[in-house]
């Protein structure tokens, strides 16, 4: 599929690996919607992209506000084509029995739900309205990129929630490919490794640096443009289907 003309929602979109990928898209041409809680980064961000790029404020954990930010880009944009689920949370760093006892259920609960629900939540909703597109001269009507981790595969300690949710990703991934290629649709998961989000940037440089040594090659953290680089060959790559790819510099936990 190409991006030129084309529609894209992006969630968690107004920073990170999110605001990479709505940078990106909206440069080839593509009219982004960003879904994101933060208004304040959403609309600066929208406004320097320009009048193709839009701001919602949309709690992916919460189906309502999910369907009130699909109906907006429907409005506005007359249709969805890409679907790029970026929002998530971490774990807290909490392990299953610690100090001051067993796991918090209502944070095992959110993390979950933030990061599996809210993410099939707006998947399916963006699927939904993908299905009713005219398909293209390759039969393509929409594509679905997700957002895991490779702690999905090497969970480390205190990642259990995290780690829960984001292999929950990977597991639904070729289930909902075999679900919508009645329809053309493609989903493809990345599951990338250390990267320079907002997370990581508020440690020091010798953390960072200390992280780095066990990244075999290239031995530094990952630029998030590096992974809006990967959303788009996803998009352009039709027989890249049902699959989770590692983005990590060959790191293993």
Not at 69 to 95: L, P, Y
Not at 194 to 217: H, Q, R, W, Y
Request: charged share 20%; proline share 2%.
């Amino acid at each position: 599929m190409e991006l030129q003309n084309r529609v894209t929602v992006v969630t968690g979109g107004a920073s990170g690996l999110g605001r990479a990928t709505v940078e990106r898209f909206a440069k080839q041409g593509s009219s982004v919607a960003i879904f994101d809680l933060s208004e304040e980064s959403g609309n600066a961000l929208s406004q320097d992209l320009g009048s193709k790029v839009m701001y919602c404020q949309v709690d992916v954990s919460d189906d309502d506000s999910v369907r009130r930010g699909i109906d907006a880009v429907m409005e506005k944009f007359g249709a969805i084509h890409i679907c790029v689920n970026c929002a998530g949370r971490g774990g807290g760093a909490t392990k299953t029995v610690g100090r001051k006892g067993a796991f918090p259920m209502d944070l095992f609960r959110e993390v979950i739900n933030i990061n599996l629900v809210g993410t099939f939540s707006v998947l399916s909703q963006a699927a939904e309205k993908m299905a009713t597109n005219e398909a293209d001269e390759n039969g393509e009507r929409g594509v679905i990129i997700n957002t895991a981790s490779i702690a999905a595969y090497e969970g480390q300690k205190g990642q259990v929630a995290y780690a829960a949710s984001k292999g929950g990703l990977i597991s639904i991934t070729l289930p909902i490919a075999r679900d919508l290629a009645f329809y053309g649709i493609r989903i493809v998961t990345i599951a990338p490794g250390l990267f320079e989000t907002p997370i990581l940037k508020g440690l020091s440089a010798e953390v960072k640096e200390s992280l780095a040594k066990d990244i075999p090659n290239p031995s530094r953290l990952g630029d998030v443009t590096e992974f809006a680089a990967l959303a788009e060959h996803i998009v352009h790559n039709r027989y890249i289907n049902g699959e989770t790819i590692r983005l990590d510099a060959a790191l293993r936990m």
